[in-house]
Every structure is written in C-alpha cells, then in structure tokens.
C-alpha cells in the first residue's frame, strides 16, 4: 500500500477537526515510527489547539522511563507486544493533557523480523480518558518506508474511528 504525502495531510487534518470539535487534546507514543505520528499532526496549521505531545520511546529505557512500560511486560512479551503498546498508550495518555492517546511499536525491517514476529509487524494501541485501551496487531507490507508510512495511517484512522464512535 503507497500512502501519499496528500493522503496523510488529509488524514491528519481530519482527525484534527474531529479532536477540535470535541475540544480535546491528543498524545502519541511511538516506537518504529520515530515520531512521524507526531510530525504528521503537527503539520497542519493550528495543531497547538488539538495535538499536545509526541514521545519516541525507540528504546526500552525510553518506554519505561518516559511512559512508565513495566520492565515485566516488556520481558515477557517484548517490545513489540499489544501488551507493551497497551503502556504506552496509557502511559502517554497519563503524562499528558491528552483525552486520546495512540502508540505504535513494530519491526519496519528490512533487519530484526523473527519466525514468531516478521518484519512488517506493528501493535497499536489507543487509550480514551475514562475508557479503555484497545490494541491490535497488523502485518504490514512493503519496504521500511512503506511499513512505517501505514502505520502512521493506521494510528491515525484508528484515532478518528474511536473519536466517531464516542456518544
């Protein structure tokens, strides 16, 4: 799948409307992805109104010092888990002034993909403040950009869903 510059802009202007009309804040949490998730939503004008802040958690260190990811679950699952991501979601949402987080931690490749976890694995997660943290693992195709680039649509598109389906 080729996700096009165009297409992400759009994407990200639309769950900034969606965020605004609500008058809510969002948060990301990102590993693989290196903060695109961030600079996607940033990049549309007037962000500072819906999008309050990105953490690029590349490390294990990084999950647990800056989103509080227990050492115990990233030893049992590793860090690219839905349980791990589940963290992060929560953690970004807690060390924020968000009321949506989204998180993101898979293996872009072309190098670090297992029998058990190929490369073009992704988690997501995304935790609602007051609700619950849902997660789910993709399998993505294509070359590291391509990975990447789907993922960041595929935060995205599951943070508008969550925003359309709220009462």
Known sequence: MVVSQAGLEDLAARVGAALA????????????????????MTAIAGSSAWFDRGFVT???????????????????????????????????????????????????????????KPVGTVCFAWCVAGGEVDSLTRHLPGNRHEVRAQAVCHALEGVLARLAAMP
Not at 67 to 89: I, K, N, P, R, W
Request: hydrophobic share 45%.
């Open 21 to 40: 009309e609500r008058g809510w804040l969002m948060a990301s949490a990102e590993s693989c992805t290196g903060g695109w998730v961030a600079q996607a």
């Open 58 to 116: 590349y490390s294990n260190a990084a999950k647990t010092d800056m989103l509080g990811v227990s050492v115990d679950t990233l030893a049992q699952h590793g860090a690219v888990s839905e349980a791990v991501v589940a963290e992060m979601a929560c953690g970004a949402l807690a060390r924020s002034q968000a009321q949506i987080a989204c998180a993101i931690s898979g293996i872009a490749g072309p190098t670090g993909g297992s029998d058990s």
